[in-house]
């Protein structure tokens, strides 16, 4: 890791990728006296250490801030595919280091649910959430996509009768699906800075009679044990469960 000084000095010339804005000489402070607490600025230090790690992170940041020429917004498909870059060609030590580091303050908390540029890559650009009946049909007609939400379903699959909540016992195999899916249209994220649930963009208004179909899509990301285990504090064990 970086030493405070370094630490101070290397901050106050780049962006500050938890918030995606400039940094002021407190933030800095701050971040130097939490480093010990805060998990996710350690991976963020780790993955900048690691070359292909910094610069595809670095791409993809770009990638969902800049706006589309004569408008505000970000342009979601070159987001996702930056992200999917990041995903697929970073070693996963450093990856899901960076997407899956143990909080236990609101300020780590806030690095990790920034982490993918959620205003980008997860909420729709007016803020309104679609249908995850809609939101899973428009997935299945992309084959990327089918066949990553296909993975989540089979590897993420909750059950009572073993000890890791999964069906399949592996708790790596959930964690791998859930960050396949990022960079999709089904992409999920942390819903707030003090807690490691999380959810998709998504609401089951105007479900009909398929209101319990997408409660139950819901539900595999709200209420999963298998999952809510892959994202137990110590990834190395859980990466590992699914070698």
């Known amino acids: 890791f970086f030493s405070g000084s370094f630490l101070h000095v290397k901050l106050i010339g780049l962006p500050y990728f938890g918030g995606f804005g400039p940094v002021d000489r407190w933030s800095v402070i701050s971040a130097r006296r939490l480093d010990d607490e805060n998990q996710c600025l350690k991976a963020a230090q780790d993955c900048g250490l690691y070359e292909k790690c910094g610069a595809l992170r670095s791409e993809y940041v770009l990638a969902c ?14 987001c996702h595919r930056a992200l999917r870059r990041f995903l697929e060609r970073v070693p996963e030590e450093y990856s899901l280091g960076v997407l899956f580091c143990p909080c236990t303050n609101t300020l780590c908390g806030e690095r990790r649910r920034k982490t993918i540029v959620p205003s980008c890559s997860y909420q729709d650009a007016e803020g ?25 379903l089979s590897n993420c699959q909750p059950s009572t009768l073993t000890a890791s909540g999964c069906l399949k016992d592996s708790t790596g195999l959930c964690l ?56 137990s504090p110590s990834l190395p064990q859980t990466l590992a469960s699914g070698s």
């Open 128 to 152: 309104l959430q679609p249908n995850c009946l809609h939101q899973q049909s428009f997935c299945r007609r992309d084959d990327l996509c089918r066949s990553r939400l296909a993975d989540f």
């Open 65 to 78: 801030t800049k706006p589309i020429p004569g408008t505000s917004r970000c342009s979601q498909y070159k």
């Open 176 to 231: 791998r699906a859930y960050a396949g899916l990022i960079g999709t249209i089904m992409t999920p994220n942390y819903i707030s800075n003090s807690s490691a649930d999380v959810s998709l963009w998504c609401n089951c208004e105007g479900s009909g009679n398929q209101w319990q179909e997408c409660l139950k899509l819901q539900r595999l990301f709200t209420h999963n044990s298998c999952l809510r285990e892959a994202h």
